[in-house]
């Protein structure tokens, strides 16, 4: 779109704003801190919400750095008046995680004084800061001149024809700020706001759809379409996920399937094997039992044989025996003279020395002459 036709749309729906909408209640001066904070809470979603949660948080805990600790469940149940609490916790306990990784502490104010460039470089390098937030603390925080347009806004701008599909993605109007001055800023981004909330909320809501068909005609067509296709693709998304699902489920059947197959093929090639084991066992323990048979009846042929030749053997042992006998015998009788000689000469012996003795004491008794 040319930048003339773009800067009448947005004038255009400024002036239209402001006819069927009135300005909320002017925000309190708070450090740049709650600023950010308060950003978090607003993004699509009514002020008296934001205020409302962002005084639950003050009071159900001591300091932001206990918020920080805290889980996203029981931040999301402090939070839970909000449209969507749990996607709000989440995004207000980022933002405290990313600014103190980047500050190490949560008091801000000295970048007030800073060049502006630099404090926003330094919030733009958070991962987790998005467009809304960041020009909100701008707009409010660090008196810089940006509009703040959250996702509730970029469907008007959308539906209007003042933004692109593809600007609408990246959350960026370009010549937004040029045609709205700075001294209308806070004006025109809080009606716009307030619009897009209502818009978001109810589909059919009166207000703003003859807002949008009063800056461009057929809006509220092209919004309805618009949401048409945007539930198409979330429907087509909700299909894909279930059929990837489907999907792996039915992979991870085959497999199991495929696994438990294996194992019980695993199972009975194990059985065949024990039974093959055993069928071999029983085999060697035949043929062991036939080699013992075997061997027993050829030691029994054997001591048969043995017997035979010992039987005729006894008769010539007999014989043997009787002529040691009879040389034993003669050998005796010869044993039994000797002795008898030997004895008798002794005898003999005995007698002569006896004989002897008595003659000497027989000359020993004699006088002396």
Not at 154 to 181: C, F, Y
Not at 351 to 364: D, E, G, I, Y
Request: glycine letters at 4%; a positive charge.
């Amino acid at each position: 779109m040319a930048a003339s036709n773009r800067a009448k749309l947005i004038t255009k729906l400024h002036t239209e704003l402001k006819k069927k909408y009135t300005l909320p209640p002017s925000q309190p001066s708070r450090p740049l801190l709650e600023h950010l904070l308060y950003a978090c809470l607003l993004q699509d979603a009514p002020y008296d919400l934001a205020d409302e949660g962002l005084a639950k948080c003050e009071q159900e805990f001591f300091d932001w750095n206990e918020v920080r600790v805290t889980t996203v469940t029981e931040l999301t149940q402090v939070l839970s008046g909000m449209p969507d609490p749990a996607k709000t916790a989440r995004r207000l306990k980022e933002i405290l995680q990313a600014v103190f990784e980047e500050f190490y502490a949560f008091d801000l104010d000295h970048l007030k004084k800073e060049n502006l460039g630099k404090a926003v470089a330094r919030f733009e390098s958070m991962p987790v800061m998005t467009p809304f937030v960041l020009s909100y603390t701008i707009q409010h925080g660090l008196g810089g001149h940006s509009i703040p347009v959250d996702y509730a806004g970029m469907v008007i701008m959308l539906s209007t024809g003042i933004a692109s599909q593809n600007e609408a993605a990246d959350g960026k109007i370009p010549g937004l700020e040029r045609a709205i001055p700075k001294n209308k800023a806070v004006e025109f981004s809080a009606l716009l706001h307030q619009a897009g909330v209502a818009l978001l909320l109810d589909h059919n809501d009166k207000k703003a759809r003859a807002l949008i068909d009063a800056v461009a005609k057929g809006s509220s067509e092209r919004y309805d379409e618009w949401e048409a296709s945007k539930k198409a693709a979330i429907r087509r998304v909700k299909k894909r996920r279930r059929e990837e699902k489907a999907a792996a489920e039915l992979e991870a059947e085959a497999e199991a399937e495929v696994a438990k197959q294996a194992k019980a093929k695993k199972a009975s090639s194990k059985t065949d094997s024990a039974k093959s084991k055993a069928g071999a066992s029983t085999t060697k323990k035949s043929k062991s039992d036939g080699k013992s048979a075997a061997s027993g009846a050829k030691k029994s042929a054997e001591k048969k044989s043995a017997v035979k030749p010992a039987e005729t053997k006894e008769p010539a042992k007999k014989k043997v025996t009787a002529k040691k006998a009879d040389a034993e015998e003669s050998s005796g009788t010869a044993t039994k003279k000797s002795s008898k000689k030997a004895s008798g000469s002794s005898k003999s012996a005995t007698t002569k020395a006896a004989t002897k003795k008595s003659t000497n004491r027989k000359l020993s008794k004699r006088k002396p002459r």
